[in-house]
């Protein structure tokens, strides 16, 4: 191919290139915090020792 | 040079191979630092990496200012060449981010204040915005400072850098979230903006926390180059 037809190709691509540096996207992550994490566990440890729905009692007749 | 490894671009290779020469000055190895030793010569990629770098490209002369400044020699007539056409050739553009146009307002204060006078005089400096230095919320705020950390460099003066410094607790909480998410680049990137802080709260750890980040990051260069600026220019985490 002709170097002068791509040189405006290669120096766009690497503008581009350039720009994703300078300006990168931050890494995908799950952020939680650490309060809501807390919340979150002692929501769930309150619902595993909370005593079991009351039943009604059996009686001899039935 | 530009050692490329698997699947990294040409320009990454560049970029890391001088974050590693800078660094490694920053250290006081190496002998004498110059820019135009640690580029590859005749490459396009040459003026591309010193735009990526910005300021950075330009920090070891931070160290020696009269020597760099006093006079045009050979090796830095070769960089203020090297620096111009990384200015010239990639300029921000109309739609260009506020992280961008601070870079390269960067590395044009660190050409003015650390290289000789350009005789054909410097681009001008393009407006940048520092509003969101006060409304970003904190997570946003340290990553945009941390790409931005090349502008934490005695000498710059730049609004930038005095709006960092009224965010000091954020920045420290964009530190924490950072080494937790063990984004290490962007941890040694707020890390040194908090060491040019004077308000840095002693709970944080800056220092233990530095000499971690540098550890955990392996062999990042760029990471190399923040925790080697922190220490050298702020005496933190060395």
Redesign the interface.
């Given at each position: 191919m002709n170097s002068e037809l791509t040189a405006p190709v290669e120096s766009a691509v690497l503008a581009a290139e350039v720009e994703g540096l300078v300006d990168s996207a931050e890494p995908e992550g799950i952020y939680r915090d650490t309060r809501e994490c807390g919340g979150g566990l002692l929501l769930a440890g309150l619902l595993l020792i909370s005593p079991p729905t009351p039943r009604p009692t059996k009686t001899d007749a039935s | 040079m530009a050692e490329q490894a698997q699947g990294i671009?040409p320009?990454?290779a560049v970029?890391a191979d001088v974050a590693q020469g800078v660094a490694l000055a920053l250290r006081g190895g190496g002998g004498s630092y110059a820019l135009s030793d640690v580029l590859p010569p005749d490459e396009?990629?040459a003026p591309?990496a010193v735009?990526?770098l910005?300021a950075d490209a330009l920090a070891p002369y931070a160290l020696d200012r009269a020597a760099a400044t006093g006079g045009a020699t050979d090796r830095t007539t070769a960089d203020r060449a090297l620096v111009r056409a990384a200015l010239t050739?990639?300029a921000p553009g109309a739609d260009?981010?506020e992280?961008?146009l601070w870079?390269y307002r960067g590395l044009l204060a660190a050409a003015r204040a650390l290289l000789p006078a350009d005789p054909d005089g410097w681009p001008p400096e393009p407006p940048a915005a520092t509003a969101w230095t006060a409304t970003d919320p904190w997570?946003k705020l340290a990553?945009r400072a941390s790409?931005l950390a090349s502008l934490a460099l005695p000498g710059l003066d730049t609004p930038l850098a005095a709006g960092l410094a009224e965010r000091t607790d954020d920045l420290a909480r964009g530190f924490v979230?950072a080494v937790?998410?063990r984004?290490w680049l962007?941890a040694a990137g707020l890390g040194r903006w908090l060491a040019s802080a004077a308000d840095v709260p002693d709970t944080l750890g800056l220092d233990s926390g530095l000499v971690f980040v540098r550890q955990m990051s392996g062999t990042q260069p760029r990471v190399a180059l923040h925790v080697a600026a922190a220490a050298r220019f702020y005496g933190r985490g060395s």
């Open positions: - | 671009s320009l990454s970029v396009a990629v591309a735009r990526v910005g050739a990639f260009a981010s992280v961008s870079s997570p990553h790409q979230r937790r998410r984004d962007q």
